[in-house]
């Protein structure tokens, strides 16, 4: 070792061995008279009377052991026969040697002198390992957690503010009924809460536990506060918070074991940093647990965790991996990420496949550009292709939000005061913005914030109806927001009628009710001409097959939809407006005019007869062709047979599918133009509808998804 390296040791070693000596000489040596003195005469606080231990050095080491013995002996007596509750107060003060907490207070063997608010708090606790303890049996497990048949008690409060204790400290079997303050207490050795119960609120924020720290199945029934503490090893194991437990801005040195906790409150690990691996295996989070601007330099576990509310992991750094395997979301648990970054090329999100990708949630799309195509490639990689979809999905609605919003958002760089007003800002907050967009345009939302008539409630209230684009030329902001428009009835459709390329069998769905749709009113145009003078219709026969064959593919189709749609109403209304409107209308010009032509007695559609075998045709036009020796092989489809009626679904097949039986086409002779209109609307529809397949297939076929989109 150089004689650099080993200056800074030896220096670090000496700080050690006198800061004791150093810090003990400020503060008196407590004695047994001083200790008589201090428990005759307790101070006063807001729950109970404390014995004033305050701004004193105790030594408890082995070689004062006379003093030790004392010292328990004096203080467990006092706290054991006092009347009412009384606490201890060492706050400032230093604790050299072990301190064992068990022999200072109250045995739950004798509970004399316990109020019955006490005892119920007791016995409430005592039935709850009761239950545990029979369980455990019951599944032939050993209790973990069961409270031995003694264990200490605390009455009064206890506050060790800025304490600092030199040896081990031991309160196992604790059972806190008074409310326990450690801020900013320092422990430098082993701590061990183990099976500690706190009735009230305990606060350890800004403590320091310099080596290992044991919390394992410990109870808090009140608030726990663990705000700014620095842990070496810590362990949660098996250990249950019942009210709110925050841990804002601790940090976490060495490894920490949270697997198998319970937290049925809000949990706050808000800016913690965590640079060991964590456990929460087998954790259960019944509220939101905020993990918000989070480092993660080691591995961090959530495995068979169950999350019952919001995970937040916004603005959460994460430089391994972050592991969500087998762990159970119920309705409403997401996972909250945006801003979080994946800072190293090894950083990873792990989850079950196929549903890990539905509960990640980003808010806005702007920001998270980066996030989004990490997402993407993180879930590429580990050939979850269904999960990277299902992210990619839920930017394509934040992008279709967005595009809304832009379309008919209210921009707040040309919006007069009158219509500032109308969006229900106050003439205060409407002269404020004209006033900030004279000196200088407003380039993002989140500008308003600056001005200061303008809060938080009423940005959060007014962001969703507004933009901020540069000014323009009415004309040209016109054109621009009928574009914008377009661009979103796009991105609409496609996502609500393919989950943007994310689920086949959706966009087959839609395929069976658009040919169920177009092959009834085929045959309803083909088979219903007239009643006068002479009848052109259909057969009770026939109008019930071909009624019984369309309900059938169409509730495949619905089946289809409802199953794998994300909004399927939307997808409803989506086939409606594109299935109804013009087909509707067509279809009743055409009975309204009526039909007047040669060869009315034979049908529109004409069958190739060379040839029946299942098609592939991509590249078919529904007009049979003009050539006569092709037109030679074109017959009309018989009307008098009794399976007539397929013809209809086979040729709505081949129109929209490109796939049939036979090649069925329209004749081009004595056809009325709104029916060839209708079939062209069908076949441009199918055109569309072949490519959102393609693209949809591709999408969902790993390797040809790989192939493709691999970056």
């Not at 030594?59 to 006092?82: G, H, M, V, W």
């Not at 207490?185 to 119960?197: C, M, V």
């Not at 648990?333 to 890990?356: T, W, Y």
């Amino acid at each position: 070792m150089s004689l650099q390296t080993l200056i800074p040791v030896l220096i670090t070693i000496l700080w050690l061995w006198i800061s004791p000596i150093a810090i003990a000489a400020d503060t008196p040596i407590l004695s047994l008279e001083e200790l008589q003195t201090r428990i005759k005469s307790p101070i006063p606080s807001e729950s109970s009377s404390l014995i004033d231990l305050r701004k004193l050095t105790i030594d408890l080491r082995p070689e004062n052991q006379s003093f030790t013995d004392s010292f328990y002996t004096q203080l467990q007596t006092a706290l054991q026969k006092s009347d009412n509750p009384l606490g201890l107060d060492l706050s400032n003060s230093i604790i050299q040697g072990s301190l064992n907490f068990a022999r200072l207070g109250l045995r739950t063997t004798d509970q004399s002198s316990l109020t019955p608010a006490e005892q119920d708090q007791l016995k409430r606790d005592r039935r709850r390992n009761a239950r545990l303890s029979t369980l455990s049996q019951s599944l032939l497990i050993t209790p973990s957690n069961k409270l031995p048949q003694q264990s200490t008690i605390l009455r009064g409060a206890l506050r060790l503010t800025n304490t600092e204790f030199f040896g081990t400290t031991d309160f196992t079997n604790t059972f806190f009924l008074g409310r326990l303050d450690a801020t900013n207490a320092k422990f430098s050795q082993t701590s061990d809460w183990s099976q500690a119960r706190f009735s009230t609120v305990a606060t350890f924020s800004g403590s320091t536990f310099g080596q290992s720290a044991k919390f394992r199945s410990t109870i808090f029934f009140n608030k726990a506060e663990f705000n700014q503490v620095t842990f070496q090893t810590i362990t949660f194991q098996n250990s249950e918070f019942q009210n709110s437990a925050t841990f804002n801005q601790t940090q976490f040195l060495n490894n920490a074991n949270f697997s198998r906790t319970q937290w049925q409150s809000n949990t706050d690990f808000a800016q913690t940093h965590w640079t060991s691996p964590v456990l929460f295996t087998k954790a259960k989070f019944n509220q939101a647990l905020f993990l918000t601007n989070a480092e993660f330099d080691q591995t961090v576990l959530f495995r068979e965790t169950q999350f019952n509310k919001l995970v937040n992991l916004r603005g959460a750094s994460i430089q391994a991996r972050a592991d969500f395997s087998y762990s159970q979301f119920t309705n409403g648990a997401k996972l909250n990420v945006p801003g979080l970054r994946f800072d190293s090329d090894n950083a990873k999100l792990i989850g079950d496949p196929g549903r890990i990708g539905q509960v990640i949630t980003v808010p806005t799309i702007q920001g998270n550009e980066t996030l989004i195509r990490e997402l993407i490639r993180n879930f590429r990689k580990l050939e979850q292709i269904s999960d990277a979809n299902q992210i990619d999905y839920t930017a394509q609605k934040l992008r279709s939000r967005e595009l809304f919003r832009r379309a008919i958002g209210l921009n707040l760089n040309t919006a007069t005061a009158q219509k500032l007003q109308n969006l229900g800002l106050s003439t205060t907050q409407a002269n404020a913005i004209l006033k900030r967009r004279q000196t200088q345009p407003l380039r993002t939302l989140s500008e308003l914030l600056s001005l200061g008539e303008i809060d938080f409630g009423t940005y959060t209230r007014i962001r969703d109806r507004v933009i901020t684009a540069e000014p323009q030329p009415l004309p040209i902001e016109i054109l621009n927001r009928i574009g914008l428009f377009i661009r979103w009835v796009g991105t609409s459709a496609v996502l609500v009628l393919s989950c943007n390329g994310t689920s086949f069998w959706l966009v087959f769905g839609v395929g069976l009710v658009s040919v169920a749709h177009f092959a009834i009113l085929f045959w309803l145009i083909d088979r219903a001409r007239r009643r006068l003078p002479q009848p052109i219709l259909p057969t009770l026969t026939e109008t019930l097959s071909v009624l019984s064959l369309a309900t059938l593919i169409g509730s495949l189709g619905m089946v289809a939809i409802f199953e794998n749609a994300d909004r399927p109403w939307s997808t409803l209304a989506w086939i409606a407006l594109t299935l109804i409107p013009i087909p509707g209308a067509i279809v009743i010009q055409l009975y309204r005019v009526g039909r007047y032509h040669q060869n009315l007695n034979l049908s529109y559609f004409v069958e190739e007869g060379t040839l029946r075998q299942l098609r592939l045709l991509i590249g078919r036009l529904p007009v049979v062709p003009l050539y006569p020796t092709f037109r030679e092989r074109y017959l009309p489809i018989p009307w008098d047979r009794h399976w007539n009626w397929l013809n209809y679904f086979d040729f709505s097949f081949n129109n929209f599918l490109r796939f049939g039986f036979n090649d069925i086409r329209i004749r081009d002779q004595f056809l009325p133009g709104l029916f060839t209109t209708l079939v062209w609307y069908q076949w441009s529809l199918g055109t569309l509808y072949i490519a959102l397949l393609l693209w949809t297939l591709s999408c969902t076929i790993p390797g040809l998804n790989l192939l493709i989109y691999f970056r």
